[in-house]
């Protein structure tokens, strides 16, 4: 059997004060709110400038994929369209298509096309709206993911920003032998948390 003690100690020891020096400690509302109106508002007010490059790299980054996704998008849809019109006048497809059109275009050479080679076209211009519609969903998706973060970040840091990690913390593991009843021996881990105050 492997048991876990858990022992948390508090000792008071000598607190300094430093007069007329007054600890910034941000609000925590005040940081989200100021997140919320702007992304990397909350940031600054936090005093975590270094921060602000990577919130707005990440803005960059998403809303650069939406315009390219959007991008294709737009013109295998619109490819696509005119591939399957009949009208010989729409062949914004032929830029996308690098093969001859005589193999694969019935509206242009009806006597040359080849049926498989029309359907293949056509399904792979399907896949690709289907393909470009999906990731650019995703890079809205993602901006709004990467604007709450943003928030939960400042609200985070705001709450933590006074936490103390410093040398009034000591955290000890250590190993620790156990007698059960019955003459068994069991093994453990005692942690002990002890507290300066």
């Known amino acids: 059997m492997f048991f876990v003690q858990l022992n ?3 000792q008071e020891g000598d607190t300094i004060v430093t007069p007329g020096r007054h600890k910034f400690k941000p609000e925590t509302m005040k940081a989200t709110m100021l997140a919320v ?3 990397g508002l909350g940031q600054v007010y936090n005093r975590k400038i270094w921060k602000i490059p990577v919130v707005y790299a990440g803005f960059g980054a998403l809303i650069y994929s ?5 991008k294709n998008y737009n ?3 619109k490819a696509y369209q005119d591939f399957t019109d009949n009208s010989p006048k729409t062949t914004s497809y032929l830029k996308l298509i690098v093969a001859d059109p ?3 275009d019935p509206i242009l050479f009806p006597k040359t096309y080849n049926i498989a080679y029309y359907t293949s076209y056509k399904e792979a211009m399907l896949r690709m709206v289907d393909y470009y519609k999906r990731y650019r969903d995703l890079s809205y998706i993602g901006i709004a993911g990467w604007y709450l973060f943003s ?4 609200n985070v840091d705001a709450s933590l920003f006074n936490y103390d990690v410093g040398p009034n913390l000591n955290l ?3 190993p620790f032998q156990m007698n059960l009843p019955g003459g068994y021996v069991g093994a453990g881990l005692s942690v002990d948390l002890k507290v300066n105050f």
């Open 8 to 10: 948390i100690y508090a």
């Open 37 to 39: 109106a702007f992304p």
């Open 66 to 70: 939406a315009g390219f996704n959007s």
């Open 75 to 77: 013109s295998y849809i």
């Open 102 to 104: 005589s193999t694969y």
């Open 151 to 154: 928030i939960l970040d400042a």
């Open 172 to 174: 000890t593991l250590a």
